[in-house]
């Protein structure tokens, strides 16, 4: 158990000196061998945990993603209403990355890489996962017809969201947090008018469109 | 003249040698020493035309832009309804994409890369100002109301749509050429819908966000 401890260590040490030397020297100038030397690591030791610079960028991005979930789920709240628990999900993300701004745009180019599609697919069954909660627990309840289409829905906004969010250059990512602020309502907005008939057929064409585009 | 003539060939030799390259052997183990090879022009020349083989992917990825824009106008008719202007727009980017379709990803990373973003801007003015004559030219025209702010909007939907081509692992990309017959008239059903005070009233809402998101 404590080669275990010592590994995880060594481990953690690593990405948080690639950390602060992708902050200091950006992401591109940065080496592994860099990375090894500042962690007092061996070249071939740091290898051994990490099989490239991206590789360990990956893993940042999986822990942040971790992270993110665990700040948001105790405040998705049954009572609270979808806007309240959507905004809620938004804010927990926005305070999450943002010390790790700088590195959106790898962050972006990460989840799409081709041979990251599995990994892809995890994180985005756990971020459905997030919504699927955020619509169970509020209240008053979305339209029944939307419950099980909804989650995907919102997560497909949140990844607008998140793409907005890289390429935010406004100081404290203001216009993200407005952007989270004006959207959340509007979602629960919809959803609710989702009871007239002309907004739930205009939905429902929506929700048949994704799930055509995703049978083959 | 000649001189210029000359330059232009091999410019493109080497486009078109890089091309062939990317397609045999994949984006990513195709070198610049490679494509110099092949295409007979020794590398220092090759890297006077371009500075990296990312360099050459943008210039294909630039010149694929303008070539869908050059077969896409033609078919955007004063007189057709919205539906068919915007399917003629999707169906000619398809159509021109469809051979590069195994460099989407890349196209979509250099898209998104940082260094990129005044050509980003570039890119994204003159796909939006055909988004603005498939409106201009629809009959019945769409609402004044949102007349202005629709081709943005319409440029937003199909930076999704590009996405969702990328991924489209399906033979022919067949789920995109769906996707692509039912968003069209999707949009235009919403679009038509929009006189009526709820649906514009939601249109509305939307169209504030996005003004507000770009808003400083």
Redesign the interface.
């Known amino acids: 158990m404590a080669v275990t401890a010592k590994s995880e260590q060594t481990r953690r040490l690593l990405i948080d000196t690639a950390l602060r030397l992708f902050a200091s020297q950006g992401y591109e100038k940065t080496t592994m061998r860099a990375i090894a030397a500042e962690a007092d690591v061996s070249v071939g030791n740091a290898y051994y945990y990490f099989r490239s610079k991206d590789d360990l960028l990956h893993e940042l991005y999986r822990s942040l993603q971790d992270e993110h979930r665990s700040l948001a789920l105790p405040q998705i709240r049954e009572g609270h209403n979808l806007g309240e628990n959507l905004l809620a999900v938004l804010t927990a993300g926005l305070k999450t990355m943002a010390p790790y701004h700088g590195l959106g745009?790898h962050f972006?180019?990460d989840a799409?890489?081709?041979h990251r599609?599995g990994a892809a697919a995890v994180g985005r069954g756990k971020s459905i996962a997030m919504f699927r909660l955020a619509v169970a627990s509020a209240r008053p309840q979305p339209p029944l017809a939307l419950r099980s289409d909804l989650p995907e829905l919102l997560w497909?906004v949140h990844m607008?969201f998140t793409f907005?969010w890289?390429y935010d250059r406004?100081p404290g990512q203001r216009?993200s947090h407005?952007?989270a602020a004006?959207?959340a309502p509007?979602m629960a907005?919809?959803v609710i008018?989702s009871r007239?008939p002309?907004?739930r057929n205009?939905l429902e064409?929506?929700i048949?469109?994704l799930r055509?585009?995703r049978?083959?």
């Open positions: 745009v972006l180019r799409i890489a081709p599609s497909l607008g907005f890289v406004s216009r407005r952007l004006n959207l509007l907005k919809l008018l007239l002309v907004v205009l064409d929506v048949r469109l055509s585009a049978r083959d």
